[in-house]
């Protein structure tokens, strides 16, 4: 089985701000993680994946995601917030070498940026 | 613009009726997923097809069913609705249905059931 947790439902940043949003998962064997982002009555929009090699992966929109092995965490960055981040992040996960590309979401994290 | 598109928007609709959603991929995606989104339940995945034949089945009700057409859009039909078959409804498509491929989602159906 895979799962991820989002451990936060809300997270508050001011604009200009680093911001975190929090990602770990479990599943056996190599992940391949995914963030997306979902604004107000939209669908969900990719921004970044990691699927091997370097544990930095840069995305849409000027961010970033850090896979830690040994922590079971793909957290999502970025080095200044802006406003219009504001929206729910999604993080997902499937097993490497399933043959399948089933994706589990996480239950989402609300980022409010503040002005 | 994801290139993914689904109709209709919006569906408002009866309990105990029959509601066909409609999903066309992005051009040259083989695989479609749908996912059902609701403010309990979550992201869940229901199923996949790739190139006309189911590849993977999640938390799908028996009421639900789904099919990929030749032309490879696919549509998601849903029957004997309850209320708690009221969610937002997403298909997502990818080029190959693997495992490194990203999905891309379009921008759903609402349905609500009265």
Redesign the interface.
């Known amino acids: 089985a895979q799962s991820v947790a989002q451990p936060e439902d809300q997270v508050n940043v001011a604009e200009g701000n680093p911001l975190t949003v929090k990602c770990t998962y479990s599943v056996s064997g190599n992940p ?1 993680l ?1 963030w ?1 982002v979902q604004y107000p009555n ?5 921004l970044l ?1 990691y ?1 091997t090699g370097d544990n930095l992966v840069k995305g849409s929109y000027g961010f970033e995601a850090e896979f830690n092995k040994s922590q079971t965490s793909f957290h999502l960055k970025k080095p200044s917030a802006l406003v219009s981040d504001s929206a729910l992040y ?1 993080c997902a996960v ?15 994290t609300m980022l409010l940026v503040s002005p | 613009d ?1 290139g ?1 598109t689904q109709t209709p928007k919006h569906l408002i609709t009866a309990t105990g009726q029959r509601v066909t959603l409609r999903c066309s991929p992005r051009s040259g995606d083989l ?1 479609v ?1 749908w996912y059902q989104q609701s403010l309990d339940q ?2 869940q ?1 229901l199923i ?1 097809y790739y190139n006309g034949e189911e ?2 089945k ?1 938390n799908i009700l028996e009421r639900f069913s789904a099919q990929q057409f030749p032309d490879l859009h696919s549509e998601l039909n849903l029957s004997s609705l309850e209320l708690g078959d009221s969610a937002l409804y ?1 298909c ?1 498509s ?1 080029p190959q ?12 159906t609402r349905l609500t059931v009265l």
């Not at chain 1, 399948?100 to 979401?105: A, D």
Request: proline share 2%; no cysteine; net charge positive.
């Open positions: 391949y995914f997306y939209r669908g969900l929009q990719f994946k699927i999604f499937r097993r490497g070498n399933s043959g399948y590309s089933t994706l589990t979401f996480g239950k989402g | 994801s993914v695989s997923y979550g992201l995945f996949q590849r993977a999640g997403f997502a990818s249905g693997q495992g490194t491929d990203t999905q891309y989602f379009g921008p759903g």
